[in-house]
Structure formats: C-alpha cells, structure tokens
T-cell receptor, first 114, second 110 residues
C-alpha cells in the first residue's frame, strides 16, 4: 500500500537553507509533489518531479529524489519569513484501469525565525 | 485558470443528519478526490473517482459515500453525521502533473 511520511516540524533562521524530507513506500509512483499551505489558505503546488528524474531546480527550490531509498527532499535556499507554512509531500500512483491517485504525507510545519 | 469550487466554506450540522458536500470543477478532468485534513494527521484520502459513476475507496472511507453522476461534479455524502467527522474537507481534481484544490469546507458536527 501507499504510505508517505514526513517529520512534523522544522525551524530555521531567516537566510538559512531549509531541507524538508519525505519517504514513501510505493515504488510505482509516477510523480512526486511538494505542496505548500499557508495559514488559513488552500494547498498550492510548489513543484513536482517525475519519478525517472533525480533532481529538479526551480529558483530557490531544489527537489532531490532517491528512488532506490524512496526518499524525496525539498531544499529552500535563503529561507524567508514568507516561507513559513505547512509543506506536504505527495505521491501519484497508478490504480487499476490506468488511472491515478494522489496520497499525501501529514505535512511538515516550517517555522522561519527572523 | 482551473477552478475547483466547493459549495460551502463553513457548515454546521447536527449528529445524525445526512450531509452533502459538493465539488465542481470546470476543466473536464477525469480524476477527482475527497480528502479530510486534521491537525497532526495531514490529508487523508476518503474516496476518489476516475470517471462518471466510477468510485474507489481511499484510506478512510468508513462513514462516507460519494456520487459522480456528471464528470464535473463529485459529491461527498455523510449518511449520518457524527462528531468525529468534524474536519476540514478538501476536494481536488487532477490534470496531468497537478492536483488542483478547492478552498475547503470546514464542517462542524454538533
């Protein structure tokens, strides 16, 4: 079955790098995602990576995927107070009939200290 | 822009009531999902649907059912609401690389 795990909390100082980690169990994942949820707001897609890639960079965001260990990480460079939010890791996996489902982790709350 | 709309932002219902949560998307997506979000538990998948009249149980389907009569609309039904179903309910639809979320319905069962 699918299981996505993340640590609950991370605290960093403004200007430092943040690294949020995630592990998953389903080796048939096709895409892996990072979503951001600010207080009182909905979920917004930050970035995603295809399962056949091992790295993706998008401005301050770097996603690393270790498929062998089923480990995904999100690195935020030069973390700002506006990055304070809950970050959800998610995996997309195939189900019968060729369709897809998306399973989320519990979310990591990132606190940025000024 | 893709739009996923949930019919209510806030709902208060009594224990034992039948509750309908509606979700509509405007981009002809096949895949739609219902999650509930609870502190410390993240998003948990209740049900999903990959076509009209097709549905699959997610991780926590007990106490819920769904209806997908039209492609654009995916309804979550609480047959007999209980206090442990007090939660934030999120609907999503999936297109290619991204799942788009509605604004959420905060349901309180008293």
């Amino acid at each position: 079955g699918e299981d996505v795990e993340q640590s609950l909390f991370l605290s960093v100082r403004e200007g430092d790098s943040s690294v949020i980690n995630c592990t998953y169990t389903d080796s048939s994942s096709t895409y892996l995602y990072w979503y951001k949820q600010e207080p009182g707001a909905g979920l917004q897609l930050l970035t995603y990576i295809f399962s056949n890639m091992d790295m993706k960079q998008d401005q301050r965001l770097t996603v690393l995927l270790n498929k062998k260990d089923k480990h995904l990480s999100l690195r935020i460079a030069d973390t700002q107070t506006g990055d304070s939010a809950i970050y959800f890791c998610a995996e997309r996996t195939p189900v019968s009939g060729g369709y897809q489902k998306v399973t989320f982790g519990i979310g990591t709350k990132l606190q940025v200290i000024p | 822009d893709v739009k996923v709309t949930q019919s209510s932002r806030y709902l208060v219902k009594r224990t034992g009531e039948k509750v309908f949560l509606e979700c509509v998307q405007d981009m002809d997506h096949e895949n739609m999902f219902w999650y509930r979000q609870d502190p410390g538990l993240g998003l948990r998948l209740i049900y999903f649907s990959y076509d009209v009249k097709m549905k699959e149980k997610g991780d926590i389907p007990e106490g819920y059912s769904v209806s997908r009569e039209k492609k654009e609309r995916f309804s979550l039904i609480l047959e007999s609401a209980s206090t442990n179903q007090t939660s934030m309910y999120l609907c999503a639809s999936l297109l290619n690389t991204e799942a788009f979320f509605g604004q959420g319905t905060r349901l309180t069962v008293v």
